[in-house]
C-alpha cells in the first residue's frame, strides 16, 4: 500500500475506450503523432485512475437535517432513531417516493461523486426493508445513467422496519426467504449486506442471512463494529465475506483475525466525523498487521453526506495515521477488490479500461493535503470525459 507506483514524464495512449500503452512521453508523443491522436494536456497534473467508492448509501431522496440539528444540540445517534429519525426516515421518504424521483437522485448522487473523482461507486439499497420497494430501489440504481459506473448492492438487513419491530427474527425470515431470492431471480445485486451491531442485528441473525445469501450466490458484505464489538469481524472471516466495514470499535484480536483472512477492511472516516465522535478504525494497526485496507465516503443522508474520497483520505491521514500513498491506494486498487473489479478498476496500465483522473496538482501528495479543496480538473471513463472543471 506504501508503494503507489509513481511515473514521471510520462504519457498514456488511450483507443477505444482502453489503455494501449504507457511509458515515457517522447515514445507516447511519436506514436500519437502516427495514429493522429487527439492529444490531452496534463502538464502541471497529476494522473490517478478513477477514484473508487466501495461503500455508500448514495440512493436517498433527501438529506436528513432534522436530525443533524438534533446531532448538533447533542442527541446520540440511538436517541435520534428512538425519535424516529435516522434510517427509519428514510425509509419513510424512500416509501412514498417514485421510481423516477429515485432514479433521479441517484443520479445527482452520482454526478457529485463524479466531480470529486469517483468513476466506480459501490451502491446499497436498505432504504425500502419491505420486498417491492428494496426491488425497487436496486432497480433505480440498474436504470440510471451517470457519470460513474455502480455496482449495486442488497442490503435488505439495513434496519428493523416498523411493522416488524416486535418480531425482528421473522423480519430476518422474511428477508431471507423472500427479499434475497427475489434479488437473485432478477439478477438486481451482486453482493448482499447486513447492519450487524448492537442496535441493529445480532451475531445469530446475520448468520442466517450469511448462510441465505451465499446458498444464492451472493458476495458477503458486512456493517461491522461501528458502536460496538459483538463479534460481527469473526463472522465475517469465518464466512469468507469480502469486505468488513466500518470496524471503529474492534478489538486486537479482531485485527489479528482480519491480517490473517483475505476479508477486506473497509474504513469510513466521514461517519465518526459527522457524528461529533473521536474512536476511528484502528488502520495503522490493521495495515501493519497486514490487513488490506479500503477507504469509502459511506456516502448516506444521515451519518455521512459527502461525496468526497478525497476528503476521506485527507481525514484517513490526518486522524488515522495512514500515508498518502496508503491512501491513494485505499480509494483505486484495494477499493475496486472490495467490489470485485480488480481486473477493470484502480489501476493504470496497458490493456485496462481507459478510467482516469487528473487532478490540478504537481504530487499525489497534494490530493489529500489540501482538505476539503475540490483539485479535480479532468476525469474519463472509457476514453471518454465526464467531467470538467468548469463544465464539459
Not at 429519525?85 to 432514479?103: C, P
Not at 457529485?112 to 425497487?136: D, I, Q, V
Not at 457524528?275 to 495503522?284: E, I, K, N, Q, T
Not at 486498487?333 to 487528473?358: H, W
Request: with cysteine; net charge neutral; hydrophobic share 45%.
Amino acid at each position: 500500500m506504501s508503494r503507489p507506483g509513481v511515473l514521471t514524464g510520462s504519457a498514456m495512449l488511450v483507443e477505444n475506450g482502453r489503455i494501449t500503452q504507457v511509458g515515457s512521453a517522447s515514445r507516447i508523443e511519436n506514436l500519437t503523432q502516427a495514429k493522429k491522436a487527439k492529444e490531452v494536456d496534463a502538464s502541471g497534473c497529476v494522473v490517478v485512475p478513477g477514484l473508487v467508492d466501495c461503500h455508500t448509501h448514495l440512493l436517498f431522496p433527501a438529506p436528513r437535517l432534522s436530525d443533524y440539528e438534533k446531532r448538533i444540540g447533542g442527541a446520540t445517534y440511538e436517541e435520534i432513531a428512538a425519535s424516529g429519525g435516522g434510517i427509519l426516515s428514510t425509509v419513510k421518504a424512500v416509501r412514498s417516493s417514485t421510481a423516477a424521483g429515485l432514479e433521479a437522485a441517484a443520479a445527482r448522487s452520482l454526478g457529485l461523486m463524479a466531480s470529486h473523482g469517483t468513476l466506480l461507486a459501490e451502491a446499497k439499497s436498505g432504504y425500502g426493508l419491505e420486498t417491492g420497494l428494496e426491488l425497487r430501489l436496486l432497480r433505480a440504481l440498474h436504470r440510471v445513467n451517470g457519470p460513474a459506473e455502480v455496482v449495486p448492492t442488497c442490503l435488505g438487513a439495513h434496519a428493523i422496519p416498523p411493522e416488524w419491530k416486535q418480531n425482528p427474527d421473522g423480519y430476518v425470515a422474511h428477508v431471507c426467504g423472500e427479499l434475497l431470492p427475489e434479488v437473485a431471480r432478477h439478477k438486481l445485486a451482486e453482493f448482499a449486506d447486513i447492519y450487524c451491531d448492537d442496535t441493529a442485528f445480532s451475531v445469530e441473525q446475520a448468520a442466517r442471512y450469511f448462510e441465505a445469501a451465499a446458498k444464492l450466490g451472493f458476495g458477503l458484505k458486512i456493517h461491522a463494529s461501528q458502536f460496538s464489538s459483538i463479534g460481527a469481524v469473526e463472522l465475517a472471516v469465518k464466512w469468507g465475506a469480502l469486505s468488513a466495514d466500518h470496524l471503529e470499535a474492534i478489538e486486537p484480536s479482531d485485527v489479528e483475525l482480519l491480517a490473517r483472512s483475505e476479508t477486506i477492511a473497509v474504513l469510513l472516516p466521514v461517519s465518526v466525523l459527522h457524528l461529533g465522535l473521536s474512536r476511528y478504525a484502528p488502520a495503522r494497526s490493521l495495515i501493519d498487521a497486514g490487513s488490506a485496507v479500503a477507504l469509502a465516503t459511506d456516502f448516506n443522508p444521515g451519518s455521512s453526506p459527502t461525496p468526497s474520497l478525497p476528503l476521506v483520505m485527507s481525514l484517513a491521514c490526518a486522524q488515522m495515521r495512514m500515508s498518502p500513498a496508503e491512501a491513494l491506494t485505499a480509494v483505486t486498487i484495494n477499493a475496486a477488490a472490495a467490489l470485485r473489479r480488480v481486473e477493470s478498476a484502480g489501476m493504470l496500465a496497458s490493456g485496462r479500461p481507459a478510467d482516469f483522473a487528473l487532478f490540478n496538482v504537481q504530487d499525489y501528495r497534494e490530493i489529500p493535503y489540501y482538505l476539503g479543496a475540490n483539485l479535480l480538473k479532468l476525469s474519463y471513463r472509457a476514453g471518454k470525459p465526464v467531467y470538467r472543471q468548469g463544465g464539459i
